[in-house]
């Protein structure tokens, strides 16, 4: 991250850019982290952001959130299109990049749904402009006008993306928002599951329509292709409980949700997220690409 902590001469606190950047950015990081689901990306975004920034003559600015939120967006953009070519040569299965998260995301039920790993990878399957909108108008409120300014569109066209964006999202999207308590106890019974390695229980907590995702990335092993069905999740969970054996299984919030770190002699090994309907474990999501646990050893801010 561009350092921000720059002064004005003979001044000991911060300048008014510097300031204003500062108080705006965990909501930054949120909009660009939501609209790339890379972590490294959204930090990469927001240096491009603060640079661009520290070049604005305040005096011209009537509101610096939109500003900086305009800013913020049309970065994301430039990098969701290099991000969808470095995607479409990755190694089986691209998930996003997991998040150790606050306990007051989870507090914000409609913030938690919006960076779960389910609805991340129902963004993916959205246009980058439809994500741009659907993002800026769903989850953090912006009017038309604003997403208008954002993305270089009239507030007409965005009217139509975001209906288009939420028709499409509502197709695909989880089942529905899961309270945090009822997805806290389906984790624990699953975790109970793989520690007694009891072929049953793991049946018993699977939904019938599971979906296993594994992302290696190519470095480390994972399932190069999505597994489906419960009789074949549990398998594969079952078959890879003797290479689990030594594996430490530690209760966290990822991305807004109750997951499992599996940690390795001390060393984060698996990210294993969880998606709950109707108490049953309808999503698995193992990240097991080095590259993309280096922020799960602490927590990140997120805010709407």
């Known amino acids: 991250m561009a350092d921000t902590s720059q002064k004005t001469p003979g001044d000991h606190h911060p300048a008014p850019a510097t300031a204003a950047f500062v108080t705006h950015r965990n909501l930054l990081f949120t909009v660009a ?17 603060w640079l661009r920034w520290a070049g604005v003559d305040l005096g011209t600015v009537q509101d610096q959130r939109a500003y900086l939120v305009r800013i913020v967006t049309r970065q994301s953009l430039d990098r ?10 990755y190694v089986g299965p691209w998930l996003p990049e997991p998040l150790l998260t606050a306990p007051d995301v989870a507090e914000d039920v409609e913030l938690a749904d919006s960076v779960s790993m389910a609805m991340l990878l129902v963004l993916e399957t959205l246009t980058p402009i439809e994500r741009a909108v659907f ?5 953090f ?16 066209a965005v009217r139509q993306l975001a209906y288009r964006a939420r028709a499409h999202v509502a197709a695909r999207r989880p089942r529905g928002v899961v309270s945090p308590a009822e997805t806290r106890s389906a984790l624990e019974a699953f975790q109970r599951a793989t520690e007694t390695g009891d072929l049953q229980h793991l049946l018993d907590i699977l939904a019938p329509d599971v979906v296993l995702l594994g992302d290696g990335g190519g470095v480390v092993q994972a399932t190069l292709a999505p597994v489906l069905g419960a009789d074949s999740v549990a398998r594969i969970l079952a078959a890879g409980l003797g290479r689990l054996a030594a594996v430490s299984r530690q209760p966290a919030q990822v991305n807004g949700y109750p997951a499992l770190i599996l940690r390795r002699d001390g060393e984060i090994d698996t990210v294993l997220a969880l998606r709950i309907d109707d108490g049953l474990v309808t999503g698995l999501y193992a990240v097991r690409n080095p590259e993309k646990l280096s922020r799960m050893e602490r ?3 997120l805010c709407r």
């Open 135 to 139: 993002v800026l108008r769903e989850v």
């Open 299 to 301: 927590e990140t801010a």
């Open 141 to 156: 409120d912006l009017s038309y006008d604003e997403i208008a300014e954002a993305v270089d569109k009239s507030p007409g």
């Open 33 to 49: 982290y939501e609209m790339l689901g890379s972590a490294a990306d959204a930090e990469d975004v927001l240096q491009e952001t």
């Open 80 to 89: 969701l299109r290099t991000l969808g070519r470095r995607k479409e040569s």
